[in-house]
Structures are given as structure tokens and as C-alpha cells.
């Protein structure tokens, strides 16, 4: 029997992935109000650099930059988990979906892009320090960005064009939200040769992407050896914020793709479970990250509330 007289037409997708969680209300609840510290954390930062002249420096465009990212990555996804979880809309329309698909692939191969840009700032603030004013510019920053952006883009939009164009058998997905495999596994074809092609791809973004970042710390961590203490001190603050954030999100990524390499083999849950950590983990952190440890936007906040106890008293 053909394909086409097995297929069928797929208007709305069903969202399954949740079925077996025992507390969908708890899961639910977990995931809204880690989505709301997102979306409260990440915003508010956004906010500070927009409206203080102070911080409209390359370092805090790209803060800024990520925080964007953040809210594109977690926002195509929770919304809909939330929404089946708590209450129990389990479809979405055919359109939104590969909507849904384009954004989180898109928005998560700029995660990896905002962290290579974030580790070249801070590798030619350190090399240059002299030059860095001139060489790195709020145009060149935004123009780099921009480009960035294209290029994220054209690695994923195969992922919906080639969907797109598959048959489908049912439209039921094992999975929690339009992922790329998610909607492969609803076709008719043969999902490995599918599922292969995205693998290099992401293999060779994460391959790029951490590799440069690792190579800008072992440069940085050779110059520190011949630095005196105040500088290795200063170089130091400068990058651990960085290192904390490129931490939280590279380590589920490779947990998931090392387990999956020695031949530990993952239940839905967990893989699921993994994929949710890294869309929410580091989403979390970062804005806290650099509220904390970046000088400027810390004393802000800390303004900003000192403000608010005077007039109150």
C-alpha cells in the first residue's frame, strides 16, 4: 500500500508527551512559575540597559542580547506545556505548530551564537584592553549580531521545510511541544535518516560554538599567567559570570548526547525531562547571573530599592 493511501491530512497535532507524568498539576505548576522567574528576570534586565545610557556599551548589548534570546527559547515552548498541563489543551493547530518548531530551533542555535559573541568580547577586552573601545563598537556589536541572527535561521529552516513536506500517519506526538522529532515521528517515513541529518547539524554548531568558547578560555588563561594578581583578579570577574552561564547550558546537552553515544538508553521522560531542564535551567540563571555579578546593573537594582525602603520610611 502506498503512502499516499495510508496518510492522512493533519490539521491539528495532538500533544501526548505528558500522558504518563503522574502529577501533570505539580509538573504544571513547577513549570509556570520557573517560566514567570524567566520571563520577570530576563525582561527586567532588558529593561535596565534599555533605559540606562550608562549600560549602552557592546558588553551589555549582548547581555541584553541573550536575555532576548532567553525569552524566544523558553517562551515557543512553555506556553504550550503550561497549557496542557494545567489546562489540558493538549492540541495545536497544524501552522502553530511548525511556528512553534521554527522559533525553538532558531532561537536555540542563538543561544549557542550569543554565547560565542559573549566569549569574543571578553577575549578582546582582554588581549586588547587598550584598543578594545575602538575595536569593539555598539554598530559592530548589533551589525555582528544581526548577521548572527540570518545565519541561526538558515541552519533551521530545513527542519520545517522538510517536515513539511512528509506524509503524516497520525497526529499524535509522543513528545511535550513541536520539536523537530516530535512531528518527524508522526509521518510515515523512516525517522532515522531524518533524525541523522539534524544530529550532524546540531553536533557541528555545538562542536563550533563550545570549541571556540573553550579555545577564547585557554587564550585568556595563558595571558593570566603573566598578569599580575590585581589583573588576574579583574580578567577573573570579567569571565566567571560567562563561564557559569556557557556551564549551565552546554552540560544537559552533553549529558543527554553522551548517554545517548555510550548506549544508555533514555526513557521519553527522561529525555524529555532533560530537554525541559535546558530550555528553563539556564534561562533561570543567566539573568540572576549578571544581576549579581555585573557591577552596573547590580547597583541599579540595589538604587532602585534603596530608593523604595526611603520612601516607605
Known sequence: MSLQNTSIKVTHFIIGGFDTVKRPIAVGVGILITYLLVVIANVLNILFIIFDKRLHKPMYLLICNLAVVDL?????????????LLAGVNTIPYVDCFIQLSIFNWAGVMVSFALVLMAFDRLIAI??????????????????????YVIAFGFVAVMPATAATLPYCTSRMKYTFCDFAAVIRTTCVDPNYYFNLVLIITLSLLFFTFSFIGLSYIVIAFLMKFSTNRDKKKMASTCVSHLIVVTCYYSPLFVLIALTRVGVVLTLEERQGLLIGNILGPA???????????????????????????ISD
Open 72 to 84: 524566544m527559547y523558553t517562551s515557543s515552548t512553555c506556553p504550550t506545556m503550561i497549557g496542557v
Open 284 to 310: 533561570v540563571v543567566n539573568p540572576f547571573v549578571y544581576c549579581f555579578r555585573t557591577k552596573e546593573i547590580k547597583n541599579k537594582i540595589f538604587k532602585i530599592f534603596t530608593k523604595k525602603a526611603d
Open 127 to 148: 588581549i586588547y584592553p587598550f584598543q578594545y573601545h575602538s575595536y569593539v563598537t555598539n554598530t559592530r556589536t548589533l551589525g555582528l549580531t544581526y548577521i548572527l
